[in-house]
């Protein structure tokens, strides 16, 4: 099956820039999509189809994908971004959805 | 507005099964399809499936890890789909969630999910 691999951890100082990867084989060829969770909230839509934020998310996100990365890019970390952080495909392989097993980003 | 109530936390024991249901409201029923995520204490999100309202009793599709275990279906006379998830262990304790994507038809497998359900607690203990 479609494995998705992300670091458990990343940390930036506050106004610096986070950069959290998702790895997966050919993930450029996938829509990858972004959730933010925060402590007793359900996961929230931060990016979608790699690059398209949803209304209300701060341009401060961002996203891009490589061959076999994707990457969300948070500029100007604020200490609200601190969260855990999922990417998620769609395998047409084998026809189920995937997600990366999350990032926890802390903010200094 | 859109909204999706799952039903209430529930304690079985191992060997046993569940159902959690999640009644959709405030859009087309069959329009959209309805996935399911779960988040064990602790750890990461995991996909379990996915259902298709619109299409037939097999428009259905899950996790290879679940295969035989799980069974999704939906009633589109009260517009609730239910997971059925049989042979628990208590590595099955979890916090089960409903999600749709915000594409209407078969882009919704793809799509990312954008209305969540409040999430049903499932405690597996002996």
Not at chain 2, 45 to 57: C, M, Q, R, T, Y
Not at chain 2, 91 to 110: F, I, K, Q, V, W
Request: charged share 15%; net charge negative; proline share 6%.
């Amino acid at each position: 099956s479609y494995v998705l691999t992300q670091p458990p951890s990343v940390s930036v100082a506050p106004g610096e820039t986070a950069r959290i990867t998702c790895g997966g084989d050919y993930i450029g060829h996938k829509s990858v999509h972004w959730y933010q969770e925060k402590p007793g909230q359900a996961p929230a839509v931060v990016m979608s189809y790699e690059n398209v934020r949803p209304s209300g998310i701060p341009e401060r996100f961002s996203g891009s994908s490589s061959v076999n990365t994707a990457t969300l890019t948070i500029s100007r970390v604020e200490a609200g971004d601190e969260a855990i952080y999922y990417c998620q495909v769609w395998d047409e392989g084998s026809e189920a959805g995937v997600f990366g097993g999350g990032t926890s980003l802390t903010v200094l | 507005q859109v909204h999706l109530e799952q039903s209430g936390a529930d304690v079985t024991t191992p060997g046993s099964s569940i159902r959690v249901s999640c009644k959709a409201s405030g859009y087309t029923f069959p329009d959209y399809y309805i996935h399911w995520v779960r988040q064990a204490p602790g750890q990461g999100l995991e996909w379990l499936g996915v259902i298709n309202p619109g299409g037939d009793a097999t428009s259905t599709s899950y996790a290879q890890k679940f295969q035989g275990r799980i069974t999704v279906t939906r009633d589109t006379s009260t517009t609730t789909v239910h997971m059925d998830l049989r042979s628990l262990r208590s590595e099955d304790t979890a916090l089960y969630y409903c999600a749709r994507p915000g594409a209407r038809g078969a882009g919704g497998r793809s799509a990312p999910l954008e209305v969540w359900g409040q999430g049903t607690l499932v405690t597996v203990s002996s």
